[in-house]
């Protein structure tokens, strides 16, 4: 079992209860703001500070390629996964947009995409290089990856949220980029809440009826060759999974063990939030849902996390899009806390007046 380098820790029970507190006297009647001040208030527990502070913010992108499109499972070949890194370090996708929009730096992750990437210089400090191998194996055949793979591609995420706490990052958004990788999030919540597979698959980039189920077929077909095994995360991984997925457990649990918020996209980043979750049970008071996809595994995914999701737009693009779209939901949380004035402070009676 993969060792984590630094221990989770609990929140902080002490910085819950005095921003419970500093809520409770803020000028508005108690409770008035709802999940807002639910948010504010974990936020207080992960940073062990009362009035949280959520920004600078970055959206970390996991790019890898599965071997697993040889079957078919989805509507667009691997080679746009290459070719949407590329637009994404040019800024014109729409996670760009919704990253711009939030104030939140995009950072691009090569995990294991099939082909190096023929990055123009002026773009090349928004690439990190952490390739563990090219693309994984085709999952219905054989294991994705080795164990010692996935474990390595769990290691460059650790090691990327550990960079982005020196670098002083107060809150993450996860994204993701692999054709493919619906049909791994897939098998991987499958064998991790123990659901059937037609449960949780969904149409992925835009499949038809007949692809839906040509996808779980393949899905059936690659649990039931590797027999994956429940008990054991990493072997989970390793054998269904996602070199990019596996960066993203890796990150999600180095974020927590620095202290820094989470924030969940999409189905793809909810099933690598469920690994780390199986890997370290204590992950899940970091991460905040932010979306409700419409990919059926997705639901699913969240429920096992015990997540609500803060909005339904009926998206399923990926890319980290409703995790950026929900920051400033997330920053608005933290400045209410830090910006609002108490009854004393605004000279104004309170209910107990």
């Given at each position: 079992m993969w060792k984590l380098p630094i221990g989770i820790e609990e929140l902080n029970q002490e910085a819950i209860k005095l921003a419970s507190e500093r809520h409770d006297q803020l000028t508005?009647?108690?409770g008035s703001l709802g999940l807002l001040?639910?948010?504010?208030i974990r936020l207080?527990?992960?940073q062990g500070e009362t009035i949280p502070t959520v920004t600078p913010c970055a959206v970390v992108l996991m790019a890898g390629d599965h071997g697993v499109t040889e079957e078919g499972v989805s509507a667009f070949p691997s080679e746009v996964t290459v070719?949407?890194?590329l637009n994404f370090l040019a800024g014109g996708a729409a996670i760009n947009a919704l990253a711009r929009n939030a104030n939140a730096d995009v950072h691009v992750v090569d995990v294991g995409v099939k082909s190096d990437i023929p990055v123009p210089s002026e773009t090349s400090n928004r690439l990190w290089v952490k390739k563990v191998r090219y693309g994984t194996d085709n999952m219905a055949k054989g294991p994705a990856m080795t164990r010692e793979e996935a474990e390595k591609a769990l290691q460059v995420g650790w090691e990327m949220g550990s960079q982005l706490h020196q670098a002083g990052y107060?809150?993450?958004a996860l994204g993701e980029m692999g054709i493919g990788n619906t049909t791994a999030s897939a098998a991987i919540t499958a064998v991790l809440t123990g659901r059937p597979v037609q449960e949780v698959v969904g149409v992925g980039t835009g499949l038809s009826s007949q692809g839906v189920q040509h996808k779980i077929e393949t899905i059936q077909?690659?649990?039931?060759?590797?027999?994956p095994n429940p008990t054991d995360p990493i072997d989970v991984l390793a054998k269904v999974g996602g070199l990019e997925?596996?960066?993203l457990a890796g990150l999600i649990l180095s974020c927590a063990a620095h202290r820094i918020p989470v924030v969940v996209d999409g189905?793809?980043?909810s099933a690598a939030a469920l690994a780390a979750a199986k890997i370290e049970p204590l992950v899940r008071s970091y991460l905040f849902g932010s979306h409700q996809s419409v990919e059926p595994g997705h639901r699913i995914v969240l429920e096992a996390l015990e997540l609500q999701p803060l909005f339904d737009f009926s998206m399923r693009l990926g890319e980290g899009s409703g995790a950026a779209l929900a920051l400033p939901v997330v920053q608005a949380a933290a400045r209410v806390l830090r910006e609002m004035a108490t009854f004393a402070e605004a000279g104004v009676a309170d209910a107990a007046s």
């Open positions: 508005k009647p108690q001040e639910e948010i504010g207080a527990g992960i070719q949407m890194v107060k809150m993450v077909k690659a649990i039931r060759v590797n027999s997925i596996c960066g189905f793809i980043t």
